[in-house]
């Protein structure tokens, strides 16, 4: 049998599309014969909790926790947030914030912590592959990211091992958006685009999600890249139940870089009448910055629920009328393809996507 050892942050109960992603590889690779081992973390500090994806997982599946280190959780602590309190995987502070405890966050962050935050796991992941490469060697490493720091401790392992290397990328890298508030020295910036090129010239294949990060790949020196769309699963069945309400669901996080302007402008020019039968839900955390946008809405009801597992959504959903996707404002929106897209095809509903020309 052929083996092939995963390792990923971001696994069950871990909640998000990420996740989603790396357990269907998982579980279809299982399916297809082959035996699987997950190295993740025990810790983590999750944006996100859904026990619900426990249950996609074969038992068969062997997964390996280990310990890790958060400067996630030190930041909660100087700032005042509470420990239950989620923090966006993306970055340690949220646009706009400029208490003195995040700023010093940010620029360390940027500057101290390259890739990413997460740099502190890379210990204690390297011990356990390891030992689970000595004592059952696998045909192949496979890597998912962001965070993108595990891949540069799955890079030593493949170069230690020689075994072959699959590095998964479900985000762009040095462009990403949640480094693009960061205030980097340039010898933090260099040092970082450094370690991108370096990986991707080491790596024996990279998947990634859309033609453009593929591209983008190829370009910067990946020898061999294939393209894995993130696609959905289909429903046992498509949920309609009835309601006499216009809903417009969205799903996920809304960050400071997915502005609402456009939808408020939209929702502002209909007449009272027609807004006092739309009702207007987002499910998951919201950027406090859009606060302002979403208070010139008028005569529309607009709720906000916190982050929910897929099950529930798939509850929710059977009353939507309307999915909302809003775009990332990035330099490379048109390269992407937000998997909120994908879920939202599943559910077979209508879906108004907000973003730039070309995206």
């Not at 008028?298 to 996707?325: M, N, T």
């Given at each position: 049998m052929k083996k092939v050892l995963f390792i990923t942050y971001y696994w069950p109960p871990a909640g998000g599309p990420g996740v989603q992603r790396i357990v269907?590889?998982?579980?279809?690779?299982?399916?297809?014969?082959?035996?699987?081992?997950?190295?993740?973390?025990?810790?983590?500090?999750?944006?996100?909790?859904?026990?619900?994806?426990?249950n996609k997982i074969p038992t068969e599946i062997i997964v390996i926790r280990t310990r890790t280190l958060e400067p996630f959780k030190l930041f909660k602590w100087l700032s005042g947030k509470k420990k239950s309190e989620n923090i966006p995987t993306?970055?340690?502070v949220e646009k706009g914030e400029t208490a003195f405890v995040s700023r010093i966050g940010r620029f360390i962050r940027a500057n101290f912590f390259i890739p990413d935050a997460r740099i502190g796991w890379i210990p204690f992941l390297k011990a356990a592959a390891r030992k689970e490469i000595r004592e059952n060697r696998p045909n192949i490493l496979l890597s998912s990211s962001p965070p993108?720091?595990?891949?540069?401790?799955?890079?030593?392992?493949?170069?230690?091992?020689?075994?072959?290397?699959?590095?998964?990328?479900?985000?762009?890298?040095?462009?990403?958006?949640?480094?693009?508030?960061?205030?980097?020295?340039?010898?933090?910036?260099?040092?970082?685009?450094r370690l991108e090129v370096e990986t991707l010239r080491s790596?024996?294949?990279?998947?990634?999600?859309?033609?453009?990060?593929?591209?983008?790949?190829?370009?910067?020196?990946?020898?061999?890249?294939?393209?894995?769309?993130?696609?959905?699963?289909?429903?046992?069945?498509?949920?309609f139940n009835k309601c006499d309400r216009f809903k417009i669901y969205y799903f996920g996080h809304l960050s400071a870089l997915q502005s609402p302007k456009s939808l408020a402008d939209a929702?502002?020019?209909?007449?009272?009448?027609?807004?006092?039968?739309?009702?207007?839900?987002?499910?998951?955390?919201?950027?406090?910055?859009?606060?302002?946008i979403f208070q010139t809405?008028?005569?529309?009801?607009?709720?906000?629920?916190?982050?929910?597992?897929?099950?529930?959504?798939?509850?929710?959903?059977?009353?939507?009328?309307?999915?909302?996707?809003?775009?990332?404002?990035?330099?490379?929106?048109?390269d992407i393809v937000g998997t909120k897209i994908y879920d939202y095809l599943s559910l077979e509903k209508p879906i108004l996507v907000i973003g730039g020309k070309g995206g």
């Open positions: 269907r590889f998982a579980k279809y690779l299982h399916q297809l014969g082959w035996g699987v081992t997950v190295i993740t973390t025990k810790d983590g500090d999750y944006p996100a909790i859904d026990e619900s994806l426990q993306y970055t340690l993108h720091s595990l891949q540069l401790a799955v890079r030593r392992l493949a170069q230690e091992s020689k075994i072959a290397w699959v590095a998964d990328f479900r985000d762009p890298w040095t462009e990403a958006f949640w480094d693009s508030g960061l205030k980097r020295l340039a010898i933090a910036e260099q040092y970082h685009r790596v024996s294949t990279v998947t990634t999600v859309s033609p453009g990060l593929l591209n983008r790949f190829l370009s910067k020196g990946a020898a061999k890249a294939e393209l894995i769309y993130n696609g959905y699963e289909n429903l046992p069945e498509t949920i929702v502002n020019g209909l007449d009272k009448s027609v807004k006092e039968k739309i009702d207007l839900i987002f499910v998951g955390p919201v950027d406090a910055s859009h606060q302002a809405i008028k005569d529309l009801s607009i709720s906000f629920l916190p982050y929910q597992p897929k099950e529930k959504l798939l509850q929710l959903a059977g009353d939507a009328s309307l999915f909302l996707a809003i775009q990332v404002e990035t330099s490379y929106t048109n």
